[in-house]
């Protein structure tokens, strides 16, 4: 199983804005669909967002959309969540994994070990 690396989350006052990054091994970026999950407390892994490998196109929950930007570098082998206009309700866990659904209908994986991810915390 590919192992990727999350980072970059911490604690924002409601209305901040945070960037998470990915860290994939190998050419993961540039030839999976690769997507940004969360999971909040007491409920199941929601995906938030995805990005298309061929065409970098992106696919967002309404939950996030309009204010989350995912992209990705692929020199860099990173995938990032630009995070704006952060609610409380977006405190969660945050993981990148790759995904076997990626548009309209949803964003999907079949990742079973989730690792620690990044944790957001939006309080005031």
């Known amino acids: 199983q590919l192992k990727f690396v999350e980072s970059g989350g911490g604690l924002v006052e409601p209305g901040g804005s945070l960037r998470l990054s990915c860290q994939t091994p190998g050419n993961s970026v540039g030839y999976y669909e690769i997507g940004w999950f969360r999971k909040r407390a007491g409920e199941e892994y929601e995906g938030v967002s995805c990005?298309?490998?061929?065409?970098?196109?992106?696919f967002y929950s309404d939950s996030v959309k309009d204010r989350f930007t995912i992209s990705k570098d692929v020199a860099k082998r990173t995938v990032y969540l630009q995070m704006n206009d952060l609610k409380p309700e977006d405190t969660a866990t945050y993981h990148c994994?790759?995904?076997?659904?990626?548009?309209?209908?949803?964003?999907?994986?079949?990742?079973?070990?989730w690792g620690p991810g990044t944790q957001v915390t939006v309080s005031s």
């Open positions: 994994a790759t995904t076997y659904m990626c548009g309209t209908r949803g964003i999907r994986t079949n990742k079973g070990d």
């Open positions: 990005t298309i490998a061929d065409d970098g196109s992106a």
